[in-house]
């Protein structure tokens, strides 16, 4: 089994800040299957990233992904208000998926 | 705009069953894979089973094989999910939801449901 570790556990920024989440891989991740999702307190997660940089639909062009291999990252360009939140990834290339633990994204 | 409903949810003892159901609306439901995928208080998420789009193929984590079974009906934009032999462990919030993929499954999912919220205790 694939498993993510996601860095930092915490991140503090400040709106209009560029924020920039890591995702590090146990093994490689075939065809760059990654997801990147949002969370916010009691809701569903939000699909923003899959195919490591593709954006789902309807997700602001500050969102972006990048990375193969073991190694990936989301980068949020300008921080919104609304951008505080949990965000976790996710490999679906092999063992049908697992979730990194998240990185919590809060106000500095 | 595509909706995933979910219900069903509630407390439960040890070695209880639940029935765990979603409504789906707002795109063609049957063309579908779709999955349960849970949380547990304050933690990661983590996918626990799905089934093709014409129920043919069920696949579930290890974890709840044997105990859990999940089900949809096309007629009526739902699916399911059967618990039995519940355990303390599978204490969680359910979400419902879709998978992009078609012919197989893609096992990253673009619509969430809200969740429902299953407390397994005596």
């Known amino acids: 089994e694939i498993v993510l570790t996601q860095s930092p556990g915490t991140l503090s920024l400040s709106p209009g800040e560029r924020a920039t989440l890591s995702c590090r891989a146990s093994?490689?991740?075939?065809?760059?299957?990654l997801a990147w999702y949002q969370q916010k307190p009691g809701q569903a997660p939000r699909l923003l990233i899959y195919?490591?940089?593709s954006r789902a639909t309807g997700i602001p062009d500050r969102f972006s992904g990048s990375g193969s291999g073991t190694d990936f990252t989301l980068t949020i360009s300008r921080l919104e208000p609304e951008d505080f939140a949990v965000y976790y990834c996710q490999q679906y290339g092999s063992s049908r998926g697992t979730f990194g633990p998240g990185t919590k994204v809060d106000i500095k | 705009e595509v909706q995933l409903v979910e219900s069903g949810g509630g407390l439960v003892q040890p070695g209880g069953s639940l029935r765990l159901s979603c409504a789906a609306s707002?795109?063609?439901?049957?063309?579908?894979?779709m999955s349960w995928v849970r949380q547990a208080p304050g933690k990661g998420l983590e996918w626990v089973a799905n089934?093709?789009?014409?129920?043919?193929?069920?696949y579930y984590v290890d974890s709840v094989k044997g105990r859990f079974t999940i089900s949809r009906d096309n007629a009526k934009n739902s699916l399911y999910l059967q618990m039995n032999s519940l355990r303390a462990e599978d204490t969680a919030v359910y979400y419902c939801a879709r998978d992009p993929g078609i012919a197989v499954a893609d096992y990253y999912f673009d619509y969430w449901g809200q969740g429902t919220l299953v407390t397994v205790s005596s």
């Open positions: 195919g490591a940089s």
């Open positions: 093994q490689s991740v075939s065809s760059s299957y």
């Open positions: 707002g795109f063609t439901f049957s063309s579908y894979w």
């Open positions: 089934i093709k789009q014409d129920g043919s193929e069920k």
